[in-house]
């Protein structure tokens, strides 16, 4: 395939913005993840290939949003959110796994009927 010489600078994920890339590369996954959000210095929501990830940098009981940092539960999202995925693990519609959250992509397509 060829490509245009107007579009040569673009080949490569790093010459669109070296955050992405940095973005990518800190979560140590494949380039296919982006973060979607941040909650203070250490809670993520990243969206992957098969679902929605929540991460943290720092221990989380998942399942206790009280036990999220202090940073995250002043946001009024960050609060929200974690109360979210509280219920989704209670439902069964998200997993702990790798020290985080993942939100299947079966669980997002269902919450939308």
Do not use: C
Request: hydrophobic residues 40%.
């Amino acid at each position: 395939m060829r490509i245009d010489s107007q579009w040569a600078p673009y080949r490569d994920s790093s010459t669109l913005g070296g955050k992405g890339k940095k973005n990518a590369l800190r979560n140590r996954d494949s380039p296919m993840s982006i973060i979607l959000h941040e909650f203070g210095k250490n809670v993520q929501i990243v969206a992957k290939l098969n679902g929605l990830s929540v991460a943290s940098a720092v221990p989380i009981i998942w399942d206790r949003p009280e036990t999220w940092p202090s940073d995250t539960r002043d946001l009024s999202a960050g609060r929200r959110t974690a109360f979210e995925v509280a219920s989704l693990l209670e439902m069964g519609l998200a997993n702990i796994a790798n020290d985080g959250v993942t939100i299947p992509k079966f669980a997002t397509e269902y919450s939308r009927q």
